[in-house]
């Protein structure tokens, strides 16, 4: 998620008329304040920015219908996201940002971290990320108080893996995200098509596409193999003889794994066993089935399988559902079936 680039987005021209929605009794709004802190004029002090922000949260609280609202904030580690990293180190496309807006930013996330009131509770993260503390939040309050009873707001798409009710900061559009396998499909508005996912079939698309912005490569290259078996082209459909064929499938070269390429490799999944097999195939076919030595970013070396390199691509992307939660115990979901 490139949060910066969201959050600017998030607070551009408005051009809608706000309604205030009638309160839902008891509901908790689950803010993203990382990118709230965003939400900032480096030109003005850092006093007149947080009067902004606070304006800004209570709009945010009163358009959610929330009678409360948690500001979760990620203050240290992200979840041991570092340490999994081995291909390349994460989120270090982020050091390129605005050094001055940067600092102005920190501030405000520390500013936000004692920021209370009767209706707004500083939740600062030390051991994970925001995102893992607001699925927390949310799956906790669903199960002790209803789905009703909370809702995340943010930009980061990232979050929609993540069960139940969300809201988008700039349009308040709702939206419901299942406890569950869900969907994706391509957005097309846009000349560059990206994909778009309610539930965990938006992990096993990242875990494929990779996430850009934190710096996750997913799979690096879907392999000629696995092109040739599930996409082949016209000469291999037309060759007439085996030699032919085998010429034609010769010709095929390897292919970056973008989001058109992602999609059209899950789009007839309809559960996570079905995805994890089509992913765990791709994997397979780019690194081998066999151990291999591997030199990761730090420049250690490493014997390696296809099944370390997916674990760490799952682990990077996965939103922990209970503190300090290993994507392992998804996988053993769906291994036992119990994730359809």
């Given at each position: 998620m490139d949060i910066l680039a969201l959050a600017q987005s998030a607070v551009a021209e408005d051009t809608y008329e706000q309604v205030i929605p009638p309160a839902v009794d008891g509901r908790h709004l689950q803010l993203d304040a990382d990118v709230c802190a965003y939400f900032c004029d480096v030109d003005k002090s850092v006093a007149h920015n947080f009067n902004e922000l606070k304006k800004y949260i209570e709009t945010q609280r009163l358009m959610a219908g929330a009678e409360l609202v948690n500001l979760h904030l990620?203050?240290?580690?992200?979840?041991?996201?570092?340490?999994?990293?081995?291909?390349?180190?994460?989120?270090?496309?982020?050091?390129?940002?605005?050094?001055?807006?940067?600092?102005?930013?920190?501030?405000?996330r520390v500013q936000m971290s004692s920021y209370s009131t009767d209706t707004v509770v500083p939740v600062a993260w030390f051991d994970r990320e925001a995102d893992d503390g607001m699925t927390q939040y949310q799956n906790a309050r669903i199960e002790t108080h209803g789905l009703e009873s909370s809702v995340i707001m943010t930009v980061d798409k990232d979050l929609d893996m993540s069960h139940g009710n969300h809201m988008h900061p700039k349009t308040y559009n709702e939206y419901y995200v299942p406890n569950g396998y869900g969907e994706i499909w391509l957005d097309e508005s846009t000349s560059s098509k990206k994909i778009v996912g309610r539930g965990t079939a938006f992990l096993w698309a990242q875990m494929l596409a990779g996430d850009s912005a934190d710096y996750i490569p997913g799979l690096p290259k879907i392999s000629a193999a696995y092109l040739n078996k599930h996409f082949p082209t016209k000469a291999i459909l037309n060759a007439k003889t085996i030699k032919s064929k085998k010429a034609a499938m010769a010709?095929?070269?390897?292919?970056?794994?973008?989001?058109?390429?992602?999609?059209?490799?899950?789009?007839?999944?309809?559960?996570?066993?079905?995805?994890?097999?089509?992913?765990?195939?791709?994997?397979?076919?780019?690194?081998?089935?066999?151990?291999?030595?591997?030199?990761?970013?730090?420049?250690?070396?490493?014997?390696?399988?296809a099944g370390h390199m997916m674990l760490e691509q799952a682990r990077l992307l996965w939103m922990q559902r209970t503190p300090g939660e290993d994507v392992l115990v998804f996988f053993k979901e769906v291994a036992d079936g119990l994730r359809d």
């Open positions: 990620t203050m240290g580690e992200k979840g041991g996201r570092e340490a999994v990293a081995m291909v390349q180190e994460y989120q270090a496309s982020r050091q390129t940002r605005d050094e001055n807006k940067q600092i102005l930013v920190k501030e405000l010709k095929r070269k390897e292919a970056s794994c973008g989001y058109v390429t992602a999609y059209d490799i899950l789009r007839n999944c309809t559960s996570d066993r079905e995805a994890y097999d089509k992913v765990r195939e791709a994997y397979e076919s780019y690194y081998g089935k066999r151990t291999f030595d591997y030199v990761c970013w730090r420049g250690n070396e490493h014997k390696l399988t």
